[in-house]
């Protein structure tokens, strides 16, 4: 199992510090490491610390990213836990990863539970030869789930490669079980035309996931029940509101958002890809996204020429957790660098995750 090193600690005495000290305390750290330290800053975390990232991106480009700087002894992910765990799988041996507040987890990873994950692939195993069925994690996971993967011939993906990872897997194999985004499953499902016959969804909390051995046994997609609470917020009447509206208005939105507003929308896809859409939109366009809100207020004020909308308009997709890492969190980590908040996932765990990453590395391009 992953383990925090040492302490994990958000300091109070931190808490009390002015933003202009707590500033002044980062930049510092942030020169007396120089290249021996990298900050990875995730999308959607607040407007305050993102200026001190070295490198800004969404989850596994920044670990990429990370690992690739050679002379980085410590890197910080200023994000939430199953992005500092997959960048300690990523890093060189010499590397250390810390997560600035230790508290900023992933709902929707925590939906897929490795001890539920394994009680169902008990359940389906005893349907379905456990060669026939193909594992496939999101990124957005736990270790665990990615070493599950890797261990039983499974892969990783992202949003931006979800398909190609379902075609890789039924080359494989002629059943996919898929988790923990039950949206993204389907509207990667929806993009390779697939049967709804052939799709169930696995809700861990009833006898065989709330389907019968028949259906089971015909699935060729199996998809999680777990959901990212932020990306549901979006529905179809926000789509339908903000066209009447706006007229002429563009929508772009994450597909861990339902189906219904996937398929209402002009156009969908990763944080990145929604990032260079907002670039690419000529000035005086009017965009509304549908994805975590820290991104999009940022995106407003990055693009002064063009109207960026939140796409629900009133009900704030934020990212709770996203929110949790503040200046004093980042300043006090790097105060105790080596001391406090580092993410260590243990070896045997990250041998199997590696594989199941590599083979989206090697495979997906
Ligand atoms: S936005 Fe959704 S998927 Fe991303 S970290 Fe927050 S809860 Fe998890």
Redesign the pocket.
Same mark, same amino acid.
């Given at each position: 199992m992953t383990t925090f090193a040492a302490k994990t600690l958000v300091s109070q005495e931190y808490k009390a510090l002015p933003p202009e000290v707590l500033k002044a305390k980062i930049a510092r750290k942030k020169s007396e490491w120089g290249k021996k330290l990298v900050i990875l800053m995730h999308h959607?975390q607040r407007k305050e610390i993102v200026p001190f990232g070295d490198h800004l991106g969404d989850s596994f480009g920044l670990s990429q990213k990370a690992a690739a700087e050679v002379e980085a002894r410590h890197i910080v992910f200023c994000g #939430?836990h199953f992005m500092a765990e997959s960048a300690d799988i990523l890093a060189r041996p010499e590397q250390h990863v810390y997560l600035p507040n230790p508290y900023a987890g =992933?709902?929707?990873?925590d939906m897929a539970q490795i001890e539920d994950v394994f009680f169902a692939w008990d359940e389906i195993s005893r349907l379905v030869p456990a060669d026939e069925i193909t594992p496939v994690s999101y990124m @957005?996971s736990a270790a665990v789930l990615k070493a599950f993967c890797g261990k039983n011939g499974g892969i990783v993906c992202t949003s931006s490669n979800v398909t190609k990872a379902f075609n890789w897997a039924l080359s494989q194999r002629p059943k996919i079980f898929f988790f923990p985004d039950e949206n993204l499953g389907l509207n990667a499902a929806r993009m390779l035309k697939y049967d709804p016959a052939d799709i169930i969804v696995w809700d861990f909390k009833k006898e065989r996931g709330g389907n019968t051995p028949e259906q089971i046994k015909k699935a060729r997609l199996i998809l999680w029940k777990g959901y =990212? *609470? #932020? *990306?549901t917020n979006f529905r179809p009447e926000h789509i339908e509101e903000m066209r009447t509206r706006h007229p002429g208005v563009k929508i772009v939105v994450h597909p $861990?958002c339902i189906p219904e507003v996937v398929e209402k929308a002009d156009a969908f896809g990763s944080t990145n890809f929604i990032v260079n859409y907002v670039k690419e939109q000529p000035p005086g366009s009017v965009i509304a996204i549908g994805t $975590?809100l820290n991104l999009v207020s940022r995106l407003a004020d990055e693009h002064p020429d063009k109207k960026i909308l939140d796409l629900s308009g009133q009900t704030c997709p934020i =990212?709770v @957790?996203?929110f949790r890492t503040t200046l004093a969190d980042l300043a006090f980590t790097l105060d105790c660098l080596g001391e406090v908040n580092e993410i260590i996932v243990e070896e045997d765990i990250k041998k199997d995750a590696l594989l199941a990453l590599n083979r989206m590395l090697e495979f997906l391009k």
């Open positions: 959607y #939430v =992933c709902p929707m990873a @957005n =990212c *609470h #932020v *990306h $861990e $975590e =990212c @957790n996203m």
